[in-house]
Each structure stands twice: as structure tokens, then as C-alpha cells.
């Protein structure tokens, strides 16, 4: 069939039914009912209307490997301005940058806590409260079929129900607090 604008232009011919034919039949294998074929249609459709991904060109000077992967951990920047808009006012400074820290360098990070921290469990619940935010946040603009995929498999249950449920709600507050704690 000719198309222009939209319009179907032309007459149907034998070939352009043949054509379709197996057009329609490729998709038939993927989408073998009108129902299956409308989801897909309207997860497409839906997935158009997302924010773009952060996307980064990034190119290694040599000699500048450390430098290099400073800029690849913190995201050029995107990971302190997502901390600092999550939390604004809500955390000092110090604590906003101690967040990013752990983020960009989660071992030597926690190597260093696990050091001075006093109150260990106190730390781990509250700083797993903030990562919580952060990844609910930073996995909005994608659909939970591709953030599922790129988790872990052995913790993509609990990661799932940390990122999905509110704590706002009353009847999940003490659900996730126990998911947590017990982390």
C-alpha cells in the first residue's frame, strides 16, 4: 500500500494483502491475541511519554583513569543534584555529601563508617532510608519492567517492594520498616 500523510493512497492489491499477510503473521508469534497486541501498544505508547534517560558521553584521557572514574561513579554531577533535590533543606551539607560519598564509593565508604559510627544499626537504618528515596527517585523515569531487569536477581523482591510501596500509607508503613530493619 502507498502511504502519505497518514492517507492510504491507492487501491488494495493481491500483493499488499500478501504483503500484510506476513507482516501479520511475524506479529501473530509475538502478540498472538488482539488483547496481547493492544497491551504492548499502550506499554509503547506509555514509555514515549517518560522522561529520557540520563545519558553520558564520556571519553578517557589518558593517564586520568582515577579522574575518569570519579566522573563515571558520581555521574557527572547527577547523583549530588538527585541528593540534593531529594533532601534539599532536610540534611545538612555534611550529610548530603556522606550520602553521595557512599554512593559513588559504597566499600570504602562503609569501611570508614563501620570504623567511627557508634550507633552502626542506627546508621544502616537511617542511610537505608535515604538510599531508598534516592532509587525511588532515580527509577521513576523508567518502566518497572526495565528496572526489574537490571536488578539483582537474588534481591530484586525486596528491592521491588522498597522502591513500589509507600511508607505514607498507614497499612505499609510497618511492612517496609520491617524490610528494612531487617536488612
Avoid at 528515596?133 to 526495565?146: D, F, W
Avoid at 536488578?151 to 497499612?171: G, K
Wanted: glycine share 4%; proline share 3%; net charge negative.
Amino acid at each position: 500500500m502507498l502511504y502519505e500523510n497518514n492517507n492510504i493512497m491507492g487501491t488494495i492489491t493481491p500483493e499488499s494483502i500478501v504483503s500484510d499477510l506476513r507482516y501479520l503473521s511475524l506479529l501473530s508469534r509475538s502478540f498472538p491475541t488482539i488483547a496481547d497486541a493492544s497491551t504492548e501498544i499502550i506499554n509503547l505508547e506509555a514509555i514515549l511519554n517518560l522522561p529520557k534517560g540520563t545519558e553520558h558521553f564520556l571519553t578517557d584521557i589518558h593517564g586520568e583513569y582515577e579522574a575518569f572514574q570519579h566522573v563515571l561513579k558520581n555521574g557527572s554531577g547527577a547523583v549530588k543534584r538527585k541528593v540534593n533535590e531529594i533532601f534539599g533543606h532536610t540534611l545538612r551539607e555534611s550529610e548530603k555529601k556522606e550520602l553521595c560519598t557512599l554512593i559513588y564509593y559504597p566499600e570504602e565508604k562503609l569501611q570508614l563508617i563501620k570504623e567511627y559510627e557508634t550507633d552502626l544499626d542506627d546508621w544502616y537504618l537511617i542511610t537505608l532510608n535515604q538510599l531508598v528515596k534516592v532509587c525511588q527517585n532515580v527509577s521513576s523515569k523508567y518502566t518497572r519492567s526495565k528496572v526489574r531487569k537490571s536488578l539483582p536477581a537474588e534481591f530484586s523482591y525486596i528491592i521491588q517492594e522498597l522502591l513500589h510501596e509507600s511508607t505514607i500509607e498507614p497499612n505499609k508503613h510497618a511492612y517496609i520498616n520491617v524490610i528494612i530493619s531487617t536488612i
